[in-house]
């Protein structure tokens, strides 16, 4: 049985014995105003952070989500467009997507606005989408890719970017590790299924945003997600996992590299009342402008007069490149 194989007997079995907190849930799943999730669906929460963010939402997109899981995010994102078929969810596992359809029926009884129409559940895996290429707004996964080994990382990212239209966006919300995770915890397919070894650090894992032709990578939240213990996992230290969320959006690099934007601004401290670095950034005197990690190092290395901040891991939109 191939690694794959064994990701998905585990989410069929997932499917029908709910595990709660199976990917470690920090806190609640987003919760919306007049949004009622039905109970199972929460129990089936097996995300590691959020893919909904209201500010990707505007203009009625089409959303494909990717490994539908219990369900919770295909709805969360159905509350938004509210139409039939806005929301594509697929998923390889038979037994999961009757779970989400089941949840779905429940969330229609909870919620006068919810029509089961509004998410199209369809087979599909995350290396063969079932829709056409540039056709889609939106692509969201929660705490799927990072099951993947790079080589299938890298097919399901080039997939992702095949279906997106021009300028479209993926949200993913993953874990990802502080140090490399040793093979033999890699090796390890169950630990992989349940969101634990599959883990890249940070750097690897943007890496393989910007090779699949990502030109800007925003990073919306990172914090610590759990800690696999030195005594239970085999280890010389312990080592931290935390959970990243993103959205990426499907525009061309620049010439000189990808615009990765975790948080960092740029304070011109000089005595004029601007100050302009004749490249498409302008800082008034005193005042912070977001800039992307490229534009902050470029800054920080000629520019005396500037003062970068360090990354607060939020970014969601404004500044410059
Ligand atoms: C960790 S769960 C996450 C579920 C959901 N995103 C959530 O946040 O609750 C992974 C999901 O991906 C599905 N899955 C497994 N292998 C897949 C593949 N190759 N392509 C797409 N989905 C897959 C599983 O059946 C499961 O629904």
Known sequence: M???????QFYSEVAETPQVGLCCVQSSPLQLPGLNIPGKMQEMNYGCG????????????????V???????????????????????VDPVEMMREAAR??????????????PSFVEIREGDAFHLPVADASVDVVAQNCL???????????ALQEVYRVLKPGGRLLMSDPIATRPIPEHLQQDERLRAMCLSGALTYE???????????????IRARRPYRLLDRQSYGLEEHLLLESLD???????????????????????????PFFDDQAGH??????????????AAKLAATIPDVIVTSSTWHYDGGGCC
């Open 145 to 155: 890719f990072n099951i993947f080994e790079p080589a299938d990382l890298a097919k």
């Open 50 to 65: 959020t893919t909904v963010h209201a500010t990707e939402l505007a203009g009625n997109p089409t959303v494909l989500y």
């Open 204 to 218: 690897r894992y943007v890496q393989h945003l910007v090779q699949a032709g990502f030109g800007q990578v925003e």
């Open 282 to 295: 302008v800082l008034q005197r005193g005042l912070p402008a977001a800039v992307c990690d490229k534009t």
């Open 246 to 272: 993103s959205v990426s959006f499907k525009v061309s690099i620049p010439d000189d590299g990808a615009c990765i934007f975790t948080g960092k601004t740029a304070i011109y401290t000089g005595l004029e």
């Open 102 to 115: 089941q949840n779905l029926q429940m969330a229609a009884q909870e919620n006068d606005w919810f029509d």
């Open 2 to 8: 191939s690694y794959l194989e064994s990701v998905a």
């Open 67 to 89: 490994g539908v899981g219990g369900g919770l995010e295909a709805l969360q994102f159905a509350y938004f467009s509210r139409q039939p078929g806005a929301v594509i969810a």
